[in-house]
């Protein structure tokens, strides 16, 4: 579970720092095959190098742990039209988990868990499906 966690942790990092797991590794201070097979969870992990990755991530193990439970929050930024033609109906997109939320300005997504900020959501993007 705790790898299961982590490994979805350095995914949604990478992408929200726009970095390879190359540029991980390298941050980090770890091989690549390493960091590759821990994204993938097909490896055991030491304190050390848990430590490496904090360092790597400019976080404190406990903004590390946090941000794995969801217990951070986290900006909501778009909102998804699924028609078109229907403007002015837009729902929120849970930034963890990427479902539809129901309501504007829940504290947590209903689906995830994932603590919520609205702080910028009025400059957020719109995406049409």
């Known amino acids: 579970m705790f790898l299961d966690n982590l490994s979805q942790y350095l995914q949604r990092e990478c992408k929200e720092q726009a970095i390879s797991q190359e540029r991980l590794a390298e941050d980090c201070d770890l091989s690549r095959g390493f ?3 821990l994204i993938h969870h097909r490896c055991t992990l030491s304190v050390t190098s848990l430590e490496k990755i904090c360092t ?3 976080v404190t193990p406990n903004e590390l742990l946090l941000g794995m439970m969801g217990a951070l929050p986290r900006r909501v930024t778009a909102a998804r039209c699924l028609l078109p033609t229907q403007k002015g109906t ?7 988990c990427g479902a539809d939320l129901e309501r504007d300005y829940q504290r ?3 689906r995830c868990g994932q603590k919520l900020d609205w702080s910028q959501f009025a400059s957020g993007d719109i995406y049409f499906f």
Not at 90 to 96: D, L
């Open 35 to 37: 960091v590759g097979r």
């Open 56 to 58: 790597g991530l400019r």
């Open 90 to 96: 837009a729902y929120p997109v849970c930034p963890g």
């Open 108 to 110: 947590f997504c209903d």
